[in-house]
């Protein structure tokens, strides 16, 4: 199992605890407030916070560690081996959607190969944004918001990807 869904359903506290600490990784990877930082000459402030990054991603891997300890979750929190991936797409591409402070991309994996689209309408700090703002879209009671937001993802990540990759019927 690679998702936490099952975790969740077997050990909420170890579930719990990867979200504790996935969230906490999230906010210590603030690397505009980290370039303010060096700009200002402040390099101790940095040196603090990777240490602390640090700290926490040896708590991931432990806890990773833990769960796939558990019976059941030897493959808990694996990337697929592409051989299977590529298996999976026999019936239409997969499309892998990845964000990150380095850039934006989709990888198109075909029952033959892979390829890569840069998405470079948006940023990381975009899409968190947006990711961030989804929960209050679903539950309002304003159709516009939610058609705003899907408008948006369809015309800055999905369209661009489905061109790249050919799949758009026109």
């Given at each position: 199992?690679?998702?936490?869904?099952?975790?969740?359903e077997?050990?909420?506290?170890?579930?719990?605890?990867?979200?504790?600490?996935?969230?906490?990784?999230?906010?210590?990877?603030?690397?505009?407030?980290?370039?303010?930082?060096?700009?200002?000459?402040?390099?101790e402030?940095?040196d603090?916070?990777?240490?602390?990054?640090?700290?926490?991603?040896?708590?991931?891997?432990?806890?990773?560690?833990?769960?796939?300890e558990?019976?059941?979750?030897?493959?808990?929190?694996?990337?697929?081996?592409?051989?299977?991936?590529?298996?999976a797409?026999?019936?239409?591409?997969?499309?892998?959607?990845?964000?990150?402070?380095?850039?934006?991309?989709a990888?198109?994996?075909?029952?033959?190969?892979a390829?890569?689209?840069?998405?470079?309408?948006?940023?990381?700090?975009?899409?968190?944004?947006?990711?961030?703002?989804?929960?209050?879209?679903?539950?309002?009671?304003?159709?516009?918001?939610?058609?705003?937001?899907?408008?948006?993802?369809?015309?800055?990540?999905?369209?661009?990807?489905?061109?790249?990759?050919?799949?758009?019927?026109?």
């Open positions: 199992f690679r998702s936490l869904d099952r975790l969740d077997e050990h909420p506290d170890l579930a719990a605890e990867l979200r504790d600490i996935r969230l906490r990784l999230d906010r210590s990877t603030d690397w505009s407030r980290i370039r303010r930082w060096l700009a200002a000459g402040e390099g402030t940095v603090e916070a990777l240490s602390a990054r640090r700290r926490l991603a040896r708590q991931w891997d432990a806890q990773l560690g833990r769960v796939r558990l019976d059941r979750f030897a493959d808990f929190q694996t990337t697929r081996p592409f051989d299977e991936l590529r298996k797409a026999t019936a239409g591409p997969i499309i892998i959607v990845n964000t990150s402070p380095l850039g934006c991309h990888v198109v994996v075909s029952a033959v190969d390829s890569t689209v840069e998405l470079t309408q948006v940023t990381h700090e975009e899409v968190l944004h947006r990711a961030a703002s989804w929960s209050d879209t679903v539950g309002s009671e304003d159709a516009a918001v939610a058609a705003e937001l899907l408008s948006w993802l369809w015309n800055k990540i999905v369209e661009p990807i489905l061109r790249a990759a050919d799949l758009l019927r026109e």
